[in-house]
């Protein structure tokens, strides 16, 4: 085990490279730590999960002892589950929030590495903690993982990455558990560690939050550029500020915010819960979040989530014992995701002008640096007229000239998703790292118009039903919009 503390200098050059992957990436399986006597009546609820997400991923749960082992397989079970299937480790725990102080996983020189944040039980709530402070260096343990503790205390459940280079966290989140944090210094050695290009902050959280404002329970990537914010239904309610604070700081940071109805509260044993929807769990082939029992509000979230995740399953389980206690289905699940591994792509060119693309997620998109070979000066992008440019973004085309034909290798992360901006007209567009068929794009607005896909070679114009990658094209639409690019 490692432990990093390192002068901010220093940081830049051993922390090159690193990545915290998205939550909707693939993934090797499901983690939770099954509730301990005080927090015993989660169980039926936490079985109820784990029931539902073995039916599209492994499930790891670390139990206390044996005698919780057998209850936990036994729970599983009369919850519809498979208890054989489950993976056990016998580990002394202190809560049943994984979340919190489970595992941050990195990526970083085509391997794994898990981050140990100090955890102190939000701040002191609950007295004992020391036994889940240990548990993310022994899941890299049993993993075969490296790991290292960061000397600062927090939380998983505070931290929103979009696997892009973006984290969303809420600051008062930070300052409560590190007193004596600069939030300019925590942004330099944050950004290093896990390969930041961009913080951004939120700020406030309701008196009623034990967590202190934990982000998963505000605001959530659904992709690398678009988040979903709760909006109370009453603008009066206290709360509700919050809420539209955070979608008016990540709306301003460049992200598409789309608001997600809070319609209420509900009564439970005269406990008072509000009805946040957001806290979901995105898992290989499904989202599982959190129903409240009526009707209307399940009804419309559900109609809302299976919009958001046209491809994935839309399960919402009631779960108000593990809402009294202070979260959600997210909050008691912890997510590993599959290591990325670079790949490289052999792109060729003509001699003369071609319509070019980045088809993976690299360090330095400066064309100069991808394209060695072109001529100097001659990347040019489209957005109603030719724009010289120098460096390349992805799903955009660009025109680039070679004095010769040859081939260029490109080495990165594979592109699986797109959002891409188009504008009424023609536009130059790209595609992901494997083959895309055009049939496949994800229009809802039906802004391409039929027929009007072109690549170009030295042999001119081309109509097209595939989009190859490294390649640009043009398109040409009726309005303006987004389409959406999944790979399989």
């Known amino acids: 085990m490692k432990k990093i503390f390192l002068p901010f200098l220093i940081i830049c050059f051993l922390f090159a490279g690193r990545r915290i992957p998205a939550e909707w990436e693939t993934q090797d399986g499901i983690w939770l730590q099954w509730p301990l006597q005080f927090e ?13 997400i073995q039916n599209y991923e492994s499930v790891n749960l670390i139990v206390q002892n044996q005698n919780h082992l057998n209850e936990a397989q036994n729970q599983i079970q009369d919850h519809g589950g498979n208890p054989d299937s489950v993976i056990y480790h016998i580990q002394a725990h202190n809560n049943a929030w994984l979340r919190d102080n489970g595992p941050v996983y990195l990526e970083s020189d085509n391997q794994l590495i898990i981050n140990n944040m100090q955890f102190d039980s939000w701040g002191g709530l609950v007295p004992n903690y020391e036994e889940d402070n ?24 505070n931290l929103e990455f979009n696997g892009a280079g973006t984290l969303i966290s809420n600051w008062d989140c930070w300052i409560d558990r590190n007193s004596n944090l600069n939030q300019s210094d925590l942004e330099v050695i944050l950004m290093d560690i896990w390969g930041l290009d961009q913080i951004v902050w939120t700020y406030g959280h309701s008196q009623y939050d034990v967590t202190t404002g934990h982000i998963d329970g505000v605001a959530r ?28 700081t990540i709306s301003n940071s460049g992200f598409h915010v789309i608001r997600m ?14 009805a946040i929807y957001v806290n979901w769990l995105q898992i290989d082939g499904a989202i599982i979040g959190n129903a409240y029992n009526i009707p209307e509000w399940d009804n419309e979230a559900q109609e809302v989530l299976e919009f958001l995740f046209p491809e994935q399953d839309v399960i919402l389980l009631f779960t108000p014992e593990v809402n009294l206690s202070g979260g959600g289905i997210h909050c008691i699940t912890n997510d590993q995701p599959s290591l990325t591994l670079d790949s490289s792509l052999e792109l060729e060119h003509s001699a003369g002008w071609n319509l070019v693309c980045l088809p993976l997620e690299v360090e330095d998109t400066s064309y100069n640096i991808l394209f060695p070979e072109s001529t100097e000066g001659t990347l040019y992008s489209y957005d109603g007229a030719y724009i010289s440019d120098i460096t390349l973004i992805q799903g955009e085309g660009y025109w680039l000239r070679f004095n010769e034909a040859g081939s260029t290798t490109i080495i990165g992360t594979p592109i699986n998703e797109l959002t891409i901006s188009l504008s009424e007209g023609w536009n130059l567009i790209s595609g992901i790292t494997n083959s895309f068929n055009i049939s496949n794009i994800q229009d809802p607005d039906g802004l391409i118009i039929a027929g009007t ?33 999944i790979g399989e």
């Open 40 to 52: 015993h009546w989660m169980r039926p609820e936490m079985a109820e999960a784990i029931s539902a």
């Open 134 to 157: 240990a548990i993310p260096c022994m899941i890299a343990q049993w993993l075969g993982l490296p790991c290292e503790s960061l000397d600062f205390i927090m939380e998983r459940g």
């Open 221 to 248: 990537f659904i992709n690398d550029s678009t988040v979903v914010v709760s909006q109370y239904a009453d603008p009066n309610d206290e709360d509700a500020w919050i809420y539209d604070a955070a979608a008016e």
């Open 261 to 274: 109805n809070m319609p209420g509260y509900i009564n439970y044993y005269n406990w008072i819960i509000p």
């Open 453 to 485: 896909v072109y690549g170009f070679t030295s042999g001119g114009y081309s109509n097209e039903e595939i989009l190859e990658p490294g390649k640009g094209y043009w398109v040409r639409t009726n309005g303006s919009g987004s389409i959406i690019l």
